[in-house]
């Protein structure tokens, strides 16, 4: 009989009034409905010795919020049990470990909230802190845990402010709660965590290393010139491709970076070593394509000063050199671009297979997509279907999925990781790469650093022009097919320009970007990426499709 009651009883939650005082019984296995009643339970975070948080996700054969990251562990303490007892056993059940010095935190705390399918959880839900004895015999129940996480306490809150979404609303509520009526770590006094910051680390370890780079480079150079004259250059390759470097964004690390978090690692892992490497050989790869993209567009300007072409050109006339100085100028430009690849090259080859085949893809990406940019204006391309093609591969791909990737790949992200941050790397590539055709047509060429309206001289096979090619009739249609050829002038643009504001062309490619933002946020919510990665792209995503230059 004593046997039965206590079967009984691990079946029944103790339903209580507003104050928490119990006023009866129900069947835990049917409690949940839409018009749960209130009911006791508890909330518990599980700290280590490091002051780390135990984050966990909720498995998906959970009756509410399936998937979804969660506080350590959660439960219903049965008829008469004490909360600290409860708390022993659940998570002793769940996680398979023994927890010392449970604290309660916010005693008072309770929540209602309707999960997606309609079930409400109504509970007063104490919460509290406890200290895990040995985290390293972790053993989550499959049934209740699918996967976990350790966070430090900033990082949770970073989590909670940028990804909400991401974590049940219990979770929400009480990271608030304890954060503004505790301050500080109330959790535990642990580390404020590495990966709670930006990439602020990680960008700094790339600029040292090109720095190094450039350095062994130019003892090279002098090595091998053996007192080779310099003649009309105003500086040696080594020494210009420095200048050159110096600004931009540094958008390729910083996505490698928030890549590398997203899959679980730390900077201070040694894989962190390798994802420098790459996100270093990605900057030389973009200024490679960049010193190439201006010649072949003919670009005047980049980044505010004047094109390493036409800089190569005016050193031509200043030594009142002998030959063509435009091609001359080219000539010099290809040539410092291809020293920017060499270089990248040489950082990527000492690194694990998995990377040097994502670069070599990323490499062969981005000479389709500039072979495709090359042919689609010489061809007068106008289609939709082949400007988005080509926006994905020239701009997208290149700036946020590859390096995202690459990433991953040195903190050896899992395969879901990899699909999870290759869905989100397509929409926020789209996103950067519309962003990136509006500023060519409207930008401010101060902010920019290059002139607006370059993409409508050229006639470049963009979405932008697309959408413009539907809308437009009369003399702006007829300015718009002399996009690319020698019979466009400056007040075809300008015409342009006007027109294509007019007609609503600019804010269908804003509302274009909207949705892929949404579509990239929507792709990070998945549960397979670490939140502080997460909360880290969830902005990035904003920066990528809001910036002004």
């Known amino acids: 009989m004593a046997e039965a009651t206590v079967a009984h009883d691990a079946d029944l939650v103790e339903l209580v009034d507003e104050s928490g005082r119990v006023i009866g019984q129900a069947a835990r296995t049917t409690i949940h409905n839409s018009s749960t009643p209130r009911h006791r339970a508890f909330s518990v975070y599980l700290i280590d010795t490091a002051g780390r948080v135990l984050l966990t996700r909720r498995a998906l054969s959970k009756l509410t919020w399936p998937g979804v990251w969660s ?64 985290p390293a015999i972790l053993r989550p129940d499959p049934d209740e845990v699918m996967d976990y996480q350790w966070l430090a306490w900033p990082d949770l809150i970073a989590t909670v402010e940028r990804a909400p979404a991401l974590l049940s609303p219990w979770a929400v509520e009480q990271v608030q709660s304890l954060a503004s009526s505790h301050g500080g770590s109330p959790l535990a006094e642990g580390p404020q965590g590495l990966q709670s910051a930006d990439a602020t680390a990680t960008l700094a370890s790339v600029a040292h290393l090109l720095s190094q780079q450039i350095d062994e480079l130019a003892v090279l150079w002098r090595g091998l010139s053996g007192g080779l004259a310099l003649d009309v250059l105003a500086q040696d390759l080594p020494a210009w491709l ?57 670009s005047n300007r980049r980044r505010g000063g004047l094109a390493a072409h036409r800089q190569a050109e005016g050193w031509h006339a200043d030594a009142e050199a002998l030959g063509d100085g435009a091609a001359f100028g080219r000539n010099l430009a290809v040539l410092l671009g291809d020293l920017a690849l060499v270089q990248a090259h040489r950082l990527v080859a000492s690194l694990k297979p998995q990377i040097r085949e994502l670069w070599y893809e990323l490499c062969v990406e981005l000479v389709v997509g500039q072979r495709g940019d090359l042919t689609g204006t010489a061809a007068g391309r106008r289609d939709r279907l082949q400007a988005e093609r080509l926006a994905q591969l020239k701009s997208s791909s290149y700036t946020v999925a590859r390096p995202l990737a690459l990433g991953a790949a040195a903190a050896d992200g899992t395969p879901a990781v990899h699909r999870a941050l290759h869905r989100y790397g397509f929409h926020a590539g789209m996103a950067f790469a519309l962003r990136d055709e509006v500023l060519g047509v409207w930008g401010d060429p ?3 650093g290059k002139p607006a309206g370059d993409d409508l001289r050229i006639g470049k096979p963009t979405v932008l022009l697309s959408v413009a090619a539907d809308r437009l009739a009369g003399a702006a249609a007829e300015a718009l097919r002399k996009a690319g050829s020698d019979s466009m002038t400056l007040q075809d643009v300008a015409v342009l320009q006007d027109a294509m504001l007019a007609a609503g062309v600019k804010d269908e490619v804003e509302k274009l970007i909207v949705r892929h933002v949404e579509d990239a946020e929507m792709a990070l919510t998945d549960g397979s990426l670490h939140p502080v990665g997460v909360a880290g792209l969830i902005d990035l995503t904003k920066a990528l499709a809001w910036r002004t230059s």
Not at 90 to 109: A, K, Q
């Open 71 to 134: 506080n350590s562990c959660c439960g219903h303490p049965r008829p008469g049990e004490t909360d600290v007892a409860a708390i022993r056993r659940r998570v002793h059940e769940e996680l398979g470990v023994e927890v010392t010095d449970v604290e309660v935190m916010l005693p008072d705390f309770g929540y209602t909230a309707t999960d997606p399918n309609g079930l409400v959880e109504n509970e007063h839900c104490p919460v509290y802190r406890a200290l895990i004895v040995d």
């Open 242 to 298: 420095d200048n050159v470097l110096r600004g931009g964004k540094r958008l390729r690390p910083a996505m490698c970076h928030w890549g590398y978090v997203a899959a679980g690692a730390d900077i201070g892992w040694p894989g962190h070593t390798e994802m420098v490497r790459v996100a270093t050989a990605l900057e030389l790869l973009h200024q490679f394509a960049l010193l190439h993209d201006d010649v072949m567009d003919e």
């Open 446 to 448: 101060v902010v920019t």
